[in-house]
C-alpha cells in the first residue's frame, strides 16, 4: 500500500455509509505524518470490527489532522446520497486543523474542496494509507452513532445492521414502519409499499 499519490500533506477522504437505508452518511478527512505505516491499516471493509477499533486511536494519535462529519437522512432525501456525500467529505476537510496541500478522494466523482488539488482514486482505500485511514475513521464513527439510534429504535437491529439492507432490516420496516432515520428517498422494501410519511 502506498503513502501518497502527490507528496507529504495530503489529506485522505473517504465517506461511509452510501448504501445504507437508514442514517446519515459518515466522512472522515485525515492527513498522516510523512512516512507512517502501520501493519494492519487498510481498507476498512477488509478488517474485522476489532481491529477497525485499534487503529482508531492510533490514526487519531499519530495524524496531523483529523475530521469527521455526519451528513443526516433529511438532507439526503433532499439533496441525494451522491452530492451528500460529496457534503459530508468537505464538512470533514472543514475540521482538519491544517490546510492540505492535495486531497486523495476514495472513488471517481468529487466537488473540487476551495482551491486545493485533488484527485479521485478508484480503490483508494485499499490503496492509500491516508485514504485507508479516514475509511476506518467514517465507518467506526458511523457505527458509533447507529449503535445510539438503536437505543431509541431498537426494533430495526441497527446495532447489528448498522441501517444496511439485510432481510432483518427489510423485515422491520415492513412490521413497524420505517423511523425518522430512515431515508426516505431511498427504496426501503422490495415492493415500494407507501408509507404515510
Not at 462529519?69 to 432525501?77: E, F, K, L, Q, S
Not at 467529505?89 to 473540487?112: K, S, W, Y
Amino acid at each position: 500500500m502506498q503513502y501518497s499519490w502527490s507528496g507529504p500533506n495530503e489529506a485522505g477522504t473517504d465517506e461511509a455509509g452510501r448504501g445504507c437505508l437508514a442514517g446519515p452518511v459518515t466522512a472522515a478527512a485525515v492527513i498522516l505524518p510523512e512516512g507512517f505505516t502501520h501493519a494492519l491499516l487498510n481498507d476498512s471493509k477488509q478488517l474485522s470490527e476489532s481491529a477497525r477499533e485499534s487503529l482508531v486511536p492510533i490514526i487519531e494519535k499519530e495524524a496531523l489532522a483529523v475530521g469527521i462529519a455526519h451528513v443526516p437522512p433529511g438532507v439526503i432525501d433532499e439533496i441525494n446520497i451522491l452530492q451528500a456525500s460529496f457534503r459530508a467529505m468537505h464538512l470533514a476537510l472543514d475540521q482538519l486543523g491544517t490546510r492540505p496541500e492535495c486531497i486523495a478522494v476514495d472513488g471517481n466523482r468529487f466537488i473540487p474542496y476551495r482551491d486545493i488539488p485533488h484527485q479521485c482514486l478508484i480503490k483508494g482505500d485499499s490503496r492509500f494509507l491516508n485514504i485507508a485511514a479516514a475509511s476506518i475513521l467514517a465507518k467506526t464513527a458511523r457505527d458509533a452513532y447507529m449503535a445510539e439510534l438503536h437505543r431509541e429504535f431498537p426494533q430495526y437491529g441497527w446495532d447489528r445492521n448498522k441501517g444496511y439492507p439485510t432481510a432483518s432490516h427489510r423485515e422491520a420496516i415492513r412490521e413497524f414502519g420505517p423511523s425518522p432515520h430512515h431515508r426516505k428517498s431511498f427504496r426501503l422494501l422490495p415492493e415500494q409499499l407507501k408509507f404515510p410519511f
